[in-house]
T-cell receptor, first 115, second 112 residues
Framework: GAGVSQSPSNKVTEKGKDVELRCDPISGHTALYWYRQSLGQGLEFLIYFQGNSAPDKSGLPSDRFSAERTGGSVSTLTIQRTQQEDSAVYLC?????????????FGSGTRLTVV | DAKTTQPPSMDCAEGRAANLPCNHSTISGNEYVYWYRQIHSQGPQYIIHGLKNNETNEMASLIITEDRKSSTLILPHATLRDTAVYYCIVRVGGGGYQKVTFGIGTKLQVIP
């Protein structure tokens, strides 16, 4: 596709429910990142995928958070037993591994609200 | 922790140049300086990047000091649509992986 696509754009869920957020990176981009942005805050790194290498999960805030990337393309971020503090905008970005002349391309994010 | 520091906010009159500073005193030799901006309710957008030479594109100019410890993003003729949060980050170029943290950026308000 022409850009990074994220779905849903908005998600309201009840506390304790599980949610799945989806990211479709730009075709050919081998690197994929998830960030979280709470209201008025900067971007908090969550997880990074690069090709077939083991992902860098060091930014995941708890074991309720997990992510996978199937076939080196689409990625899903799953939050189990959601809490109100999980409310934030979840941003996905992708980039070429080689020659990162254009840096990251971000999607428009998924706004998650836990009520 | 972010490897860059930026002022939290700035104002600029419409039509004037906006000069946004960034300090990156611990930058490594293989790290580039990247600038992004985030307009309300959108994902961050790439603006420009550089290693050590000054760079210019259709959006902005990037001035990097000779010691590479700081840089300035210049929007030559700011418009109201340039009101956004501007992020300065450093990261390796050429495909190397690096976990990058975005700080809170500079909130630029362009005033009519």
């Amino acid at each position: 596709g022409a850009g990074v696509s994220q779905s849903p754009s908005n998600k309201v869920t009840e506390k304790g429910k599980d949610v799945e957020l989806r990211c479709d990176p730009i075709s050919g981009h081998t690197a994929l990142y998830w960030y979280r942005q709470s209201l008025g805050q900067g971007l908090e790194f969550l997880i990074y995928f690069q090709g077939n290498s083991a992902p860098d999960k060091s930014g995941l805030p708890s074991d309720r958070f997990s992510a996978e990337r199937t076939g080196g393309s689409v990625s899903t971020l799953t939050i189990q037993r959601t809490q109100q503090e999980d409310s934030a905008v979840y941003l996905c970005a992708s980039s070429f591994r080689q020659g990162a002349n254009y840096g990251y391309t971000f999607g428009s994010g998924t706004r998650l609200t836990v009520v | 922790d972010a490897k860059t520091t930026q002022p939290p906010s700035m104002d600029c009159a419409e039509g004037r140049a906006a000069n946004l500073p960034c300090n990156h005193s611990t930058i490594s030799g293989n790290e580039y300086v990247y600038w992004y901006r985030q307009i309300h309710s959108q994902g961050p957008q790439y603006i420009i990047h550089g290693l050590k030479n000054n760079e210019t594109n259709e959006m902005a100019s990037l001035i990097i000091t000779e010691d590479r410890k700081s840089s300035t993003l210049i929007l030559p003729h700011a418009t109201l649509r340039d009101t956004a949060v501007y992020y300065c980050i450093v990261r390796v170029g050429g495909g190397g992986y690096q976990k990058v943290t975005f700080g809170i950026g500079t909130k630029l308000q362009v005033i009519p």
